[in-house]
């Protein structure tokens, strides 16, 4: 009898602690939506629903145009309130019934989810939704030409996630401080 009370409640935290650890787990955007340097697609939409809130925050929409058919129903994920915040998103900036034009990827496993790469809402700007995808494109010259605005949390980011060739090349451009973390906007050159 004794054993199996003991059985009993070490089946029970052993359940417990898994559940735990499900309730908490996070995934990863890459492993969902390709690497950081995939090629993405443009997408406009319109916002039929709008959950700002974590794990992520998300938003259902219908296409409007871009590569994806017209009517069809897809759900935007992205970063969780805090970070969705450092990048410089507000739960104020977007409002059911918005345009939306995206650069985004779409989900490995042909879900109908997008990860954004950038987002314009209405005829605002486009703006970056991933540091180390900037990263990648500034070290490989092709930032500017994306029309792209740069997220607040950029400058002082660690480029180790954008890898360690894009950590190379920006440290070569003079775009890391002494600590090893990104400069953004890059210092304009001196005037004599």
């Not at 995934?27 to 090629?39: D, I, K, L, N, Y």
């Not at 259902?60 to 871009?66: E, M, Q």
């Not at 450092?86 to 989900?107: C, I, M, N, P």
């Amino acid at each position: 009898m004794f054993a199996a009370n003991v059985r009993s409640r070490v089946l029970v935290l052993a359940v417990s602690s898994i559940a735990a650890v499900s309730a908490s787990a996070h995934h990863s955007s890459q492993a969902e939506f390709g690497p950081f340097a995939s090629p993405t697609i443009d997408v406009e939409a319109q916002i039929v629903a709008i959950n700002w809130g974590n794990p992520h925050i998300s938003m259902d929409l219908t296409i409007t145009g871009g590569t994806l058919p017209v009517g069809e129903h897809w759900r935007l994920v992205s970063h969780p309130v805090r970070i969705m915040e450092e990048y410089g998103f507000q739960r104020g900036d977007f409002a059911v019934g918005d345009s939306l034009k995206l650069k985004t990827w779409l989900h490995v496993r042909k879900q109908p989810l997008l990860w954004p790469r950038a987002i314009q809402v209405n005829d605002g700007p486009m703006r970056s939704n991933l540091r180390f995808t900037d990263m990648i494109d500034i070290a490989s010259g092709v930032f500017d030409s994306l029309n792209i605005v740069a997220p607040l949390n950029l400058n002082g980011s660690p480029p180790a996630r954008a890898g360690e060739e894009t950590a190379k090349k920006l440290a070569e451009m003079g775009l890391l401080d002494a600590n090893g973390l990104m400069i953004w906007p890059p210092p304009t050159p001196s005037r004599r």
